[in-house]
């Protein structure tokens, strides 16, 4: 499977600057093959950048939806709505969304069942704090987010999901796990997604998020346990985030080796 880059702008971007990184970054996705490329504008940006992106084999995900399908929700969206703006992938649980908006585990195994309802790949985000990983409860919290999420569900045939390890202390602040940390996180998720899921695990990428930058990527991509990268700040801009595919995809580990 290719690996995966996902920039993840969070509350950037105007409708007119969206579209001007759509078409340089489809432009320059030419390049990169042998990368699964997803941009993840604003809401309102989604439709103006799945259009400027046609044709050019990049895809489309929102940041967040609401679970139930319609009614009186004032400010959410749901799952058909992002189908029908052009998105193709949907993240879920961002810890911006648990820690700032008071979003629980229950609400993302709600999230994910409603994407992939509609046809849509989650990219489901867990991971802990600074806190929790100095009170040596990495593990347990990162196996409790996956649990509420995976247990009892079933991926058919054409589903299709993605995980996210982001540890909290790492988002936006310059500080990324080190290789060694984020691979050990990497295979708890895995033995967690076989443990629930059996041989559907095998479909599922994990990626890694947190202060991923051009100069860092290759360290973290060349463990075979990482599979591509959820990026915020460093995906502001289109050359430096293709720069960031280029050197993650230059770092990937030789089939067979
Ligand atoms: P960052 O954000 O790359 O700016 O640390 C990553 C994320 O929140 O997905």
């Known amino acids: ?88 992938l949907v993240i879920i649980g961002h810890s911006e969304r648990r820690r700032l908006f008071g ?18 790949t989650p990219i489901l985000c867990v991971g802990e704090t600074l806190e929790e990983r100095e009170g040596g409860r990495t593990r347990a919290v990162v196996e409790r987010q996956l649990a ?17 390890y982001e540890p909290v202390w790492a988002i936006g602040t310059g500080r990324h796990a080190t290789p060694e940390q984020a691979v050990e996180v990497h295979r708890t998720v895995r033995r967690a997604l076989s443990r629930e899921l059996g041989a559907a695990e095998q479909s599922i990428r994990i990626l890694y998020g947190g202060s991923v930058s051009p100069e860092n990527i290759g360290d973290l991509t060349a463990a075979p346990e990482i599979q591509g990268a959820l990026v915020g700040g460093a995906s502001l801009e289109a050359e430096k985030f293709a720069e960031l595919v ?9 089939k067979g080796r």
């Open 246 to 254: 280029r050197r993650g995809l230059a770092a990937r580990p030789r």
């Open 1 to 88: 499977m290719n690996p995966l880059f996902v920039a993840n702008w969070k509350m950037h971007k105007t409708i007119g600057e969206a579209t001007a990184y759509a078409h340089r970054f489809g432009a320059l996705a030419a390049d990169l093959p042998g990368a699964d490329l997803v941009l993840a504008p604003p809401f309102t940006a989604l439709e103006a950048v799945a259009r400027a992106l046609r044709g050019t084999g990049v895809e489309v995900a929102g940041q967040d939806l609401y679970f139930e399908p319609q009614g009186a929700y004032t400010g959410e969206v749901s799952a058909a709505m992002l189908l029908d703006a052009g998105c193709r």
């Open 103 to 120: 979003e629980t585990d229950q609400d993302s195994a709600r999230k994910v069942r409603s994407a992939l309802a509609a046809g849509l």
């Open 148 to 164: 509420a999420v995976l247990s009892g569900l079933r991926l058919g045939a054409s589903d299709r999901m993605v995980v996210a």
